[in-house]
Each structure stands twice: as structure tokens, then as C-alpha cells.
């Protein structure tokens, strides 16, 4: 966890947007919403946004800006959500910066091989047991979509190798009502009761809308059920610039924030006060191929500028880093991983996603992950600052020591290095000829090593026998139930 700017008043600063800037992106995108409007696929969205005062056409719905109002001040600026370690709670708002992996990439670099093979079982397990390592990584998501189980239980294999692999808070997904069933029963099962669940909910519920503006049927519905049930949700997506919106940064926020507001104004009108996360990943279109360049430095400025209007309008952001264009772990996975965990600290992003991404977030890595924590840490570093006073000056010791001498012995300088100097765990920094002798090796060896550590040697605090049996109990009738479906 990083402190923001906005908490830290020792943190730097980084601002893309004024809040005039940000006031003109509302003011259009209150435009966009009641002239335009947003094609919402799912009735009950509809009646709830029609008793609004929204106009529909069919699927397309106009709404007014006084129910995007409304719905931005019935949002709660903060909340928070739960591990089974009560220690590694968030409390997700303005003034923390959290991260973590991302989800449903169709390929995974199998840790032991290194070969880039099709996801499957087990692989959201290793990414929860790594991030229950790694110190940097705040929740967890499944860097993976299982590819040896109906595409529809995926998120719910999923959600249970997660819990019995961290005691971290998890974000979850589904793509379905039903799976979105079978993940709050598993969810309660944990929590004790759906009362303990409500009370300390140990999991947020992710899902998307798609560009440009568009809200699709089990979306709205999954975020209704989230909110009925006590689930803090979020509503990410695109969109890319380019192809899903003009050339322009300007108006990739615009309809980002058009779709996203949509989303959050329809679930506050049913369950005012529901927790809810707005977020956006406007990456630049790759002018070559067509494809979202998640390592753009656009992607990194969009985002940033999205957070300002988030921060502006006072509802917690989620947005991206740790997701690079490399396809495994070289010199462009360290620049781009770089630049995105650095710009999302100090943009001040509530939620910060897909970390251990590779070539377009097809491609998940539990080398990366390793990695990014190491660049996480340092940019944690970063948002401490520097502190100014008479103490931290030391004018006292400078003179003690005076011109020519040496700080190293003594005592009250010495005792602050822990406190200020930044140590690395997988990065390099002996002389040439140490290096060599410990066998000349690359930081992907170094990291491929820590990470075989972690999946050797790192247990997770395990379930109870009895959560394990109803687990597996919602598995089993997930199962009967899509045999069924299919005949």
C-alpha cells in the first residue's frame, strides 16, 4: 500500500488535468450521457435508469445529469474490504494506492518450464500463493481464464484455488448470474455467514463495460446482485483510442467516464450507498497492428488523467500498471512495468490492476509479478518523499564532523538507514567482480529464482476443514449444473 499525495503531504505531485480541465470533461460527458446516451442491454437497468427520468429508445437510454449527480453523491468515498488476515485489510478511497495482478489472460508462462501454454487449473492458485509472498502485492486476481474447464466456470475454479492460497483480500470475477451465485456462497462460506460477509466483505467484484458506451446484459446484472448482497463492485474498461474513441485523449475520457458513470448511476438508484469503483484503461492504439499498446505511455497519461477526474468527483479509481507489451521478462518489460507503477503512485489510482501482464494482457506471469513488486517497492520509496526540519537537517552533526570527515560511524545518522535507504531483493548492485563470482546472473535468473523460493518454501495460512467441504460442495453443483445446461 502507498499513501497518495492527497495523505502524504511529503509525496510528490503529479497532476495531468486542473479541476477546470476536469470540470470540462464532466460537463461533456453529462452531454454525451442525455444526448448520446449509452446502450444498456439489460431491462431491469433500463426501468431503473427510465424511473430516473432517462428517455429510452429501445436499448438506448438518454440520461439526465441530475441522476448522475445524485448517484455521485450517494457514492461512498471510501470502504473497505477484508483478508482473512485482518492485518491485510484495504480501505479502498482517495488516500491509498493498492496492487495487484489481473485477470482472464488466455496464456500463462508455466513457471516451472517457461513455456507460454493455454491457462488451466491450478494456475490461479500459484498467482495467489505468490502474492500472498509478495510484500508489495495488496489483493489478488487470477492472471489466468481456464482453458480445461466449461469457459463459464472458469471464475469460479478460479475464486477457490484463490482462497485456499492467500489470506489476502481477492477481487473477483463472473460471467454470469449463476457464477456470481456460486462465488458469494463461497465468499460467505469464508466470512462465516452472509451477516459477517455484509459486516467484512473478503472480496470486491470485478466487471467491465465495453467501448464505446455500452452496458451489456450479465454486467448489470452481476453489479445489482453485488450491491443487493454486500459486495463492493467495480466497472472498468476501455476505451482504445483510435478504434473505440477519436484520436484524442480528451475524448477517450469522455466516453470512458460516460460508460462508467452510467454503470455506477444505475446501481446507486437501486441500492443507494452501494460501494462502488469506477475505472479505465484508455490505451493508445498501436497505429501498426490495430491492437490496445498497454505499454504506451499514453496508456499511463490516460489513466493518470482519469484519476484526476475520479479525485475531482470523489469516487475511488482503479487503473493499470505492471502490464507490459514484452512477451517475457526483458529490458521492455522493466521499462514499461517502470513508467506504469511510477505514474499510478503518483497519480494517487485507488485500485491499480494487472500486474504480471505480457502482449496485450494475454499473457500472465508469475515472473513479473516478482518483478513489479521489487518496482513497486521502489515507487513506494519515491512517495515517501523527503522530510525538511531541523531534525532530519541534523545541522549539529554536520558541524561535529565538519569538512573532510565521515558520517558512517556515526551513531545517529547510521541508525536512520533502515528508515531511508531503499534495499533491493532482485535487482544488482555489487562490483562487477562479486557479481561474477556469485555466477554473473541476469535479473530474470535472479527473479526466476525467488520465485521457485515462493513456490517451494511459502505456505499460506490454510482453510478450515469444514470452509474446504463447502467449497467443494459449490463446486460440485456449478458442475451439475452447466452438465445440465448442456444436455
Known amino acids: ?23 470540462e470533461i464532466f460537463s461533456a460527458t453529462l452531454e454525451c450521457l442525455q444526448r448520446v446516451g449509452v446502450k444498456v442491454q439489460n431491462a431491469t437497468g433500463r426501468d431503473l435508469l427510465a424511473a430516473a427520468g432517462a428517455t429510452v429508445n429501445g436499448e438506448i437510454v438518454h440520461i439526465p445529469a ?54 488451466r487449473r491450478g494456475d490461479a492458485g500459484l498467482t495467489a500463493k505468490v502474492c500472498d509472498a509478495l510484500p508489495n502485492i495488496d489483493y489478488i486476481m487470477g492472471l489466468s481464464l481456464f482453458d480445461d474447464v466449461p469457459p463459464v466456470l472458469s471464475p469460479v475454479y478460479e475464486f477457490a484455488e484463490e482462497l485456499e492460497n492467500t489470506t489476502k483480500p481477492i477481487i473477483c470475477w463472473a460471467n454470469t448470474p449463476a457464477t456470481m451465485n456460486d462465488i458469494y456462497q463461497m465468499a460467505v462460506a469464508v466470512a462465516g455467514s452472509q451477516s459477517a460477509f ?36 467495480i466497472c472498468l474498461g476501455g476505451p482504445t483510442v483510435g478504434s473505440e474513441a477519436p484520436f484524442t485523449g480528451a475524448s477517450a475520457l469522455v466516453i470512458h467516464l460516460a460508460a462508467a458513470l452510467a454503470a455506477l448511476t444505475l446501481v446507486q438508484l437501486k441500492y443507494p450507498g452501494a460501494p462502488f469503483v469506477i475505472g479505465g484503461v484508455p490505451s493508445m492504439m498501436d497505429v501498426r497492428s490495430g491492437r490496445p499498446a498497454y505499454g504506451s505511455p499514453e496508456m499511463s497519461l490516460h489513466s493518470a488523467a482519469a484519476m484526476d477526474v475520479a479525485r475531482w468527483l470523489g ?46 494482457a494475454d499473457i500472465g506471469s508469475l515472473e513479473y509479478l516478482v518483478l513489479t513488486d521489487e518496482i513497486i517497492s521502489m515507487a513506494a520509496r519515491v512517495m515517501r518523499g523527503i522530510k525538511i526540519d531541523a531534525e532530519t537537517i541534523m545541522m549539529d552533526l554536520i558541524a561535529k564532523v565538519g569538512p573532510g570527515g565521515s558520517f558512517m560511524a556515526e551513531g545517529k545518522s547510521a541508525g536512520l538507514c533502515r528508515a531511508e535507504a531503499w534495499v533491493p531483493t532482485v535487482l544488482d548492485r555489487n562490483p562487477y567482480a562479486v557479481w561474477e ?51
Not at 497518495?4 to 486542473?18: K, W
Not at 475511488?316 to 502490464?323: R, V
Not at 526466476?448 to 460440485?476: C, F, M, T, Y
Open 66 to 119: 441530475e441522476a448522475v449527480k445524485r448517484a455521485i453523491s450517494t457514492t461512498p468515498r471510501q470502504f473497505t474490504v477484508y483478508g482473512r488476515d485482518p492485518s491485510r485489510e484495504m480501505r479502498v478511497s482517495l488516500e491509498h494506492v493498492y496492487f495487484g495482478p489481473g485477470p482472464t489472460c488466455t496464456y500463462f508462462l508455466d513457471p516451472a518450464s517457461g513455456e507460454r501454454r493455454k491457462a
Open 1 to 23: 500500500m502507498i499513501r497518495t499525495p492527497q495523505s502524504n503531504p511529503l509525496a510528490p505531485r503529479f497532476q495531468v488535468l486542473s479541476n477546470e480541465q476536469c470540470n
Open 315 to 360: 469516487i475511488p479509481f482503479m487503473g493499470t500498471a505492471g502490464a507490459s507489451e514484452a512477451k517475457q521478462l526483458d529490458a521492455q518489460a522493466g521499462v514499461e512495468g517502470t513508467l506504469e507503477v511510477l505514474l499510478s503512485a503518483l497519480s494517487g489510482a485507488s485500485l491499480v490492476h494487472d500486474v504480471g501482464f505480457f502482449d496485450c
Open 198 to 233: 455484509r459486516e467484512k466483505p473478503n472480496t470486491i467484484f470485478f466487471t467491465t463495460y465495453e467501448s464505446p458506451l455500452k452496458l451489456a446484459h450479465d454486467p448489470i446484472a452481476n453489479l445489482l446482485f453485488a450491491a443487493d448482497h454486500g459486495i463492493p463492485a
Open 437 to 487: 563470482k556469485k555466477g554473473a546472473k541476469t535479473t530474470a535468473a535472479i527473479v526466476g529464482e525467488k520465485l521457485q523460493k515462493i513456490l517451494s518454501n511459502h505456505r499460506p495460512a490454510p482453510l478450515a476443514a469444514e470452509v474446504v467441504s463447502q467449497i467443494d460442495q459449490i463446486l460440485k453443483a456449478a458442475e451439475k449444473r452447466e452438465n445440465e445446461r448442456r444436455g
